[in-house]
């Protein structure tokens, strides 16, 4: 091993002072390698994933994980699969992607706990996230993560259940993916006669955003908390761009009719394969991937430039230096790409 390294990154009298990972026949396999991944990355994202349903039982599947390793980072509990907000995550995607809508109230004025109430999930808080032309789940967690309400929902101790659902569509002119991530406390069955449920959102003052928000990406976290007794008024609080807006809710208990919650037996034990991981964190491998060869090729030519001085040839470093540029573009290609046109909200 020793030899080996000295033979591909320290300029010596045994390479002639030449390290071979400089060399025009190691750039020329290494740009190669490069090219290949990212062939395969935008293959993946702009056939399998925007022509295929791959995502919508892979990436779901890898939110929940990194919302718990998020809440387990913090001593949170972990949150439990529920089929029921499976469900209603997966008809409010669609209706997004059929109508080509990006927001959480539809533009026919439903409200996010509609969807709950179509599968009929009785809750005393819930919660929802949305985002929209992200092909990596790491990337989706991470906006959400740096998010302050976004977060706020991921991390909210009062929710105790997960559900996430995508769904392909076109939004502005463009094939994208659709991601829902619903949260809930289940609310305890009582007897009651059935109330009929209805949200009254009143228009509120604006409030000074504590935390400044992205500026390349519309934001906006959505939760809301419902008192088991009648006509209580909660807060919601919602970011839209540099305004935090308050609107009140007032909704009436849940009933004893409606259906009762059932827990998936998968639950927050179904932890992902790591291959349904990297398929579905594929930015973020082949970022992991391009790191590893910006650090060898910087220590080859920290080497060449450092050592022994008075040997310069010239060429290896300008070789060195094309396989960064090359390296560095494509990741900035990438984030253009498939970072900076997503949104959360």
Not at 35 to 58: D, G, M, P, R
Not at 282 to 307: M, T
Not at 321 to 331: D, G, N, R
Request: net charge positive.
């Amino acid at each position: 091993m020793p030899n080996i390294f000295k033979k591909y990154f320290i300029p010596d009298k045994s390479n002639d002072h030449q390290p071979h990972l400089l060399k025009k026949r190691a750039v020329l396999r290494i740009l190669l390698v490069v090219f290949f991944i990212e062939a395969l990355l935008l293959f993946q994202i702009f056939v399998v994933f925007t022509k295929t349903n791959f995502l919508a039982s892979v990436l779901p599947n890898v939110l929940v994980d990194l919302a718990n390793s998020d809440r387990q980072e913090q001593s949170l509990g972990v949150l439990k699969v529920n089929p029921l907000l499976e469900e209603a995550a997966k008809l409010k995607a669609q209706d997004m992607a059929s109508k080509g809508y990006f927001s959480h109230t539809t533009p026919d004025g439903k409200t996010p706990w509609y969807w709950l109430d179509q599968v009929g999930y009785n809750y005393t808080s819930a919660g929802e996230n949305l985002a929209v032309n992200f092909f990596d789940s790491q990337d989706i967690d991470s906006a959400w993560m740096n998010s302050a309400s976004h977060r706020a929902n991921i991390l909210n101790n009062k929710f105790t259940e997960i559900g996430i659902a995508t769904a392909n569509g076109v939004y502005q002119g463009k094939d994208t993916i659709f991601v829902v991530q619903f949260f809930g406390r289940p609310a305890s069955i009582v007897a009651a006669p059935a109330v009929n449920q209805e949200i009254v959102a009143q228009p509120a003052p604006s409030k000074a955003v504590a935390s400044a928000p992205n500026p390349k990406s519309e934001v906006l976290g959505s939760s809301q908390n419902v008192s088991s007794q009648p006509a209580v008024q909660k807060e919601m609080f919602i970011d839209i761009g540099d305004n935090n807006k308050i609107a009140t809710i007032e909704k009436q208990p849940a009933t004893a009719s409606a259906a009762p919650v059932v827990i998936s037996q998968n639950q927050a034990g179904n932890q992902s394969s790591w291959l349904k991981k990297i398929l579905s964190s594929q930015r973020s491998a082949s970022n992991l991937i391009y790191s590893f060869l910006i650090i060898i090729v910087s220590l080859a030519l920290f080497f060449k430039i450092f050592i022994r001085a008075k040997v310069r040839y010239p060429a290896l470093i300008f070789n060195g230096f094309i396989i960064l540029a090359v390296i560095i573009s494509i990741l900035y290609l990438n984030y253009y790409l498939f970072v900076a046109q997503a949104k959360i909200f």
